[in-house]
């Protein structure tokens, strides 16, 4: 496989043509794609090749799948049916909010408090009706690519470990690097990551009352919040990275990380971002995140027959300057 020679993360962190840790032009003057561009038609050929038996695995829970909402600002969707006659219907959604179930993070989802958006683009072409960094982008472009599934509780049980789901435990760079290996995959340039923890299927057991005070009482393991974890992910080349959690990463985040501001106040509503990885992932680096991903049945297949990797496609819808949106993806093996 073709590698497109890129610089490293740490030649990014020492630019002074751009902000320091970003890819800011890297793919060219304008790009509004990001970590996109490293899904080229060598990229999906070679995913189309893995497709041996026809297996389907749909990787969006429903709409409505999490609610009350985790986040805490999302209302319910309303589905609404209609008729104009007998022998007809037709329908609509009210209060769809995009990422309130499966979704993908768009370029838009994250602002870097300092940078701004990914690119440079003005906080002001961030608006309804206003094409930059829209998830439209994604659709035009398509994620048909590589897929890798890492499951983590199987990996960490065959190494005497347990991934605790009502806690921050932190996945380092050395346990994706782990899992990888555990699985027999090599990661790629243009790969998306699928990361499997457990959360949701552990989350979706519950009573409403065990999953209120789970939200009361917040945990998920997830990526730290590290240098290390960027620079992995960079260099490798990894287009998109999915999780099965809330938010990809560990949270609450690491108190001690660099990336904590103490001095940012907390927001009005919903939960602080500070010290998140999907600022400099998002803004900086234009890495695609994906969140409350099902992955329990391609998790048990890939058991079943030790393979780990699959074409991996997923179609968001094409609402313009949309910031993020249910992902409609798909492994086939």
């Not at 999953?211 to 730290?224: A, C, K, L, V, Y």
């Not at 998140?276 to 049945?297: Q, V």
Request: glycine share 10%.
């Amino acid at each position: 496989m073709t590698r497109v020679p890129l610089p490293s993360y740490r030649d990014l962190l020492e630019r002074t043509d751009g902000p320091p840790g970003s890819s800011w032009g890297v793919f060219g003057e304008g790009d509004q794609l990001g970590a996109l561009n490293f899904i080229g038609a060598e990229q999906t050929a070679a995913a189309a090749a893995l497709v041996r038996d026809g297996r389907v695995f749909d990787l969006d829970y429903p709409i409505n799948t999490f609610v009350p909402s985790i986040a805490g600002t999302r209302p319910p969707t309303e589905h609404h049916v209609f008729a104009n006659n007998p022998n007809h219907r037709d329908d609509w959604l009210d209060a769809f909010y995009l990422q309130s179930t499966s979704q993908i993070d768009g370029l838009r989802h994250m602002r870097h408090p300092e940078h701004g958006f990914y690119g440079g683009v003005a906080d002001e072409r961030i608006a309804e009706g206003t094409p930059d960094l829209g998830i439209q982008l994604v659709a035009e472009h398509g994620v048909v690519t590589r897929g890798v599934l890492l499951d983590l509780p199987r990996y960490f049980a065959a190494t005497g470990r347990t991934l605790d789901v009502t806690t921050n435990q932190r996945v380092t760079v050395a346990d994706l690097r782990g899992a990888a290996e555990f699985h027999g995959v090599e990661l790629r340039q243009g790969d998306v990551i699928l990361m499997q923890t457990g959360w949701a299927a552990d989350y979706l057991a519950l009573t409403p009352e065990q999953q209120e005070h789970r939200r009361r009482n917040w945990g998920s393991p997830g990526i730290e919040q590290s240098t290390a974890m960027l620079e992995f992910l960079w260099d490798t080349g990894i287009a998109m990275l999915a999780s099965d959690n809330a938010g990809v990463e560990s949270f609450p985040v690491d108190p001690h990380s660099e990336f904590v501001d103490p001095t940012e106040s907390l927001p009005e509503r919903g939960p602080s971002h500070n010290g998140m990885l999907h600022r400099p992932l998002i803004a900086l680096l234009g890495l695609y995140l994906g969140e409350l991903w099902r992955l329990d049945a391609l998790a048990d297949d890939c058991a079943a027959d030790g393979r780990y990797e699959f074409l991996l496609t997923a179609k968001p819808l094409a609402v313009t300057g949309g910031v993020g949106s249910p992902p409609n993806a798909m492994a086939i093996k």
